[in-house]
């Protein structure tokens, strides 16, 4: 009596959490625990319902799909209901429903099936949101959520936003009445694209792209969603007689101008389908969505009639799940690291938890703003999540679980490693004739070099594949050489003698003649590579190229002051600001001079490329000095009035005023800012580093003639023998092409390699040209010349 009692209660407990749960997953979109808590929760709810039958209500959560329709939209009555999947989480079950299927259907009194095989078809789950779209004659009239599997919500207008939706069916065949079911969801470069820009307008960052996907199609306002990028994927039609399988059906989806997954599979066996799932998972840090599992269904439909459904869900599909990519645990403290620019960075010390499929027990933090914006503190139950390779990240405080013993998180007053003071960085804004400091998001350790962490992160950065590439020099290498004091800059590197490589740990003959060998075929890099490899803030490959392209060498980039570097393309004011002072710390001059002295010189130090000549304006020029009034349009007029700076500076208030549609208060203006001390000195001066560079708007412009590959966009993928990855890209950048990690319908060519995956299916799905390494190296060869 008491064990009843109890289980009666734990199954009130269970019912009251799982509601709960549901509530804000579905309804407010800010899920409070991860898929896997939530799966255990239901788990073992199931499990004591099958104990206890007669403790089941029609209530319960297991009896029903979870969710219910939001009050602010209109709600639509499902003419089929939205079931969802049972989950397996071991290849054990996934076999123990394979061998119910075919006992099933054995079972069936049409002897068809006693005989008939079982084909499955195979496709990943994405984790997005399920919506159901109807078409009347062709054409979109109705879109709606799941909502609890009968009744959704009407997000017609929403839906109608996204892209890959199409309005009206193409081709012919199609019913009179189509309805077609699938997942919302939201890529992951769109989803960082996103965040972005969130972040940008200070607005809070979308927790995953799940929750990203959700919020944009519960928009009340369709034009927001529509600055979202969504897209759908079908896995699924209500609408009967199209084909005689799924896998058939979909197809004839596709042909009509529905999307459906690329990775979709027709398996003969079970095996096979665990086969597929191996594939997947090994594949799913590369897809450009997110997903949770992949789905197995069966493929021919009258075998999935025949099996039926349970109260829940299909007995002819099953999801299986990969291991959890979010978990519940407790952080037991806050550490702090320092980083190759001096950054002292957060880092959460987690009691350990199985986080997809690996043992987590350390997330990062960012820095002390992402701490205050996720209000975590020492003790606290967090909610890590990991995806893929990524390093895991705390995306959320379980307030709820929240005890009286926390502790705040604190900064340290002084570097954890050197010892040395830890500041705050500040942030220079300037606007209109003034300067105003603000806190930045990174504290740093100002021992510079003397702090062995930073030292020893600056050199694992220089040597790196993509900086200096010097092989041979990884991070217990480089430990040794800052412990024995054998290094402490990176032009050290160049001194090195093989007597002391000789006698550092896990080196012979060999070995050290081949280290000094990579060290010695590295005092060649391009320029910028160099760039890349000195390690200034904010400053990645992109900008390192930038600055080689515009400025074509590195005593220009030395000299290059804030104002003249704002004009190159990309280069905003706080990296020109961090460019500038990186070149004019006393150190970094050091090091610089003795790397040349060293003979590390850039092979292609040169002149700036051929658009970068004479490509400043004299209107642009007098808007930089940010005079208050004197935006765009005026300085337009003055440049057009005075045509040179030193007619400018030599102006008087008559001549100011005379000036046709330029105020008497930005009039005033000009004229302070020319009485101002140094005002002139300092323009002048910019002014000749313009004309020094080549930059000055009375520079002539050189004809350019167009890269051959300027405006395409090309992707690698696969494995290619000749080249590295690295070296590829490059030699299409030389060319003028863009890269991209990812096959669009704007991608001009694909490179394929051995083993060549999602990327080459999706590129033959939308008839893109895809040559092999052969082809490929033919035609970079022809356009080199």
């Known amino acids: 009596m008491n064990s009843n009692h109890s289980t009666a209660k734990r199954i009130l407990q269970l019912r009251e959490a799982i509601e709960k749960h549901d509530y804000s997953y579905y309804v407010l979109d800010a899920p409070t625990v991860p898929d896997s808590e939530y799966d255990r929760l239901f788990n073992e709810l199931r499990e004591l319902e099958t104990q206890q039958p007669e403790l089941i209500t029609a209530d319960s959560p297991t009896r029903r799909v979870s969710g219910q329709p939001l009050d602010t939209f209109q709600q639509v009555q499902h003419q089929v209901p939205m079931l969802s999947l049972g989950n397996a989480f071991a290849a054990e079950q996934v076999l123990d429903f394979a061998q119910r299927v075919e006992q099933s259907l054995k079972q069936a009194s049409d002897d068809l099936f006693s005989v008939a095989k079982v084909e499955y078809c195979c496709e990943p789950k994405l984790d997005g949101l399920a919506v159901s779209i109807s078409y009347e004659q062709g054409v979109l009239t109705r879109a709606a959520t799941r909502g609890d599997g009968q009744t959704g919500e009407d997000i017609t207008a929403n839906v109608r936003t996204i892209r890959n939706v199409p309005l009206k069916l193409q081709g012919k065949g199609w019913p009179e009445l189509l309805e077609v079911r699938g997942e919302v969801y939201m890529p992951k470069q769109g989803f960082a694209d996103l965040n972005e820009r969130v972040l940008a307008a200070g607005s809070k960052p979308f927790a995953n792209p799940r929750n990203a996907a959700a919020g944009s199609l519960r928009q009340l306002d369709a034009k927001i969603t529509a600055t979202r990028p969504l897209e759908f994927c079908c896995y699924g039609t209500s609408t009967e007689g199209l084909a005689e399988s799924h896998s058939e059906t979909l197809q004839r989806l596709r042909e009509w101008g529905i999307s459906i997954s690329p990775e979709l599979k027709v398996m003969d066996s079970i095996e096979d389908c665990l086969a597929y799932y191996a594939d997947i998972g090994a594949r799913r840090t590369q897809l450009p969505y997110d997903i949770d599992g992949v789905v197995f269904k069966v493929n021919a439909l009258i075998q999935q009639q025949s099996l039926g459904f349970r109260a829940r869900e299909p007995r002819w599909a099953i999801a299986y799940k990969y291991a959890a990519q979010e ?355 300092q323009a002048l001066q910019l002014e000749q580093q313009l004309l020094d560079f080549g930059m000055h708007w009375s520079c002539q412009s050189k004809t350019v003639q167009a890269a051959p590959l300027t405006n395409q966009t090309w992707v690698l993928t696969g494995t290619l023998e000749t080249l590295t990855r690295t070296q590829a890209k490059t030699r299409l950048e030389l060319l003028g092409a863009k890269v991209a990690g990812s096959v669009s319908a704007k991608t001009s060519c694909v490179v394929a390699g051995a083993n060549a995956g999602s990327k080459l299916v999706r590129a033959q799905e939308l008839n893109i040209t895809v040559l092999d390494e052969a082809e490929f190296l033919e035609k970079i060869a022809e356009l080199e010349g």
Not at 338 to 344: L, S
Not at 356 to 364: L, Q
């Open 327 to 681: 978990e519940i645990t407790e952080l037991l403290d806050v550490e702090f690291q320092v980083g190759r620019t001096g950054a002292v960075t957060p880092v959460a010390r987690l009691k350990p938890v199985h986080v997809g499929g690996v043992m987590v027990s350390n997330a990062t933090l960012h820095n002390m703003d992402e701490v205050a914006r996720l209000g975590v503190m020492i003790g606290d139950q967090v909610i890590v999540r990991r995806a893929g390779d990524v390093i895991p990240q705390i995306t959320q405080v379980v307030l709820e679980r929240r005890s009286e013993h926390v502790q705040p998180v604190q900064i340290p007053t002084q570097c954890p490693v050197c010892g040395a003071k830890v500041e705050r960085t500040q942030l220079v804004r300037r606007s209109k004739s003034k300067q105003v400091l603000s806190d930045g998001a990174v504290w740093r350790c100002m021992g510079r070099l003397s702090c062995q962490a930073q030292l020893q992160q600056a050199l694992l950065h220089f040597v790196s594949r993509r900086a200096m590439d010097i092989d041979g020099l990884g991070e217990k290498i480089i430990e040794q050489l800052v412990t024995r004091k054998l290094v402490a800059s990176p032009a050290d590197l160049y001194r090195l003698t093989y007597e002391q490589v000789i006698e550092l740990d896990g080196f012979a003959d060999v070995s050290a003649s081949n280290l000094l060998a990579a060290i010695a075929q590295s005092k060649e890099p391009t320029l910028a590579r160099l760039i890349f490899a000195l390690g200034i803030p904010d400053v990645g490959e992109e900008t390192a190229k930038v600055l080689a392209r515009a400025l074509g060498s590195l005593q220009r980039i030395r000299k290059a002051y804030p104002q003249t570097l704002l004009w190159l393309p990309e280069i905003g004011l706080e990296v020109a600001h961090e460019i500038a002072s990186f070149f004019s710390d006393e150190h970094n001059q050091s090091v610089l001079t003795e790397l040349l002295e060293l003979n590390v010189q850039p092979i292609d130090e040169g002149e700036p490329e051929p658009q970068f000549q004479g490509f400043t304006t004299l209107a642009g020029f007098i808007e930089q000095f940010n005079i208050a009034g004197v935006a765009r349009t005026t300085a337009q007029r003055l440049a057009e009035h005075f045509k040179s700076v030193d007619a400018v500076f030599a102006a008087d208030w008559l001549a100011l005023s005379s000036i046709d549609r330029i105020s008497k208060n930005a009039a005033q203006a000009v004229e302070r800012f020319i009485q101002q001390g140094g005002q002139r000195e």
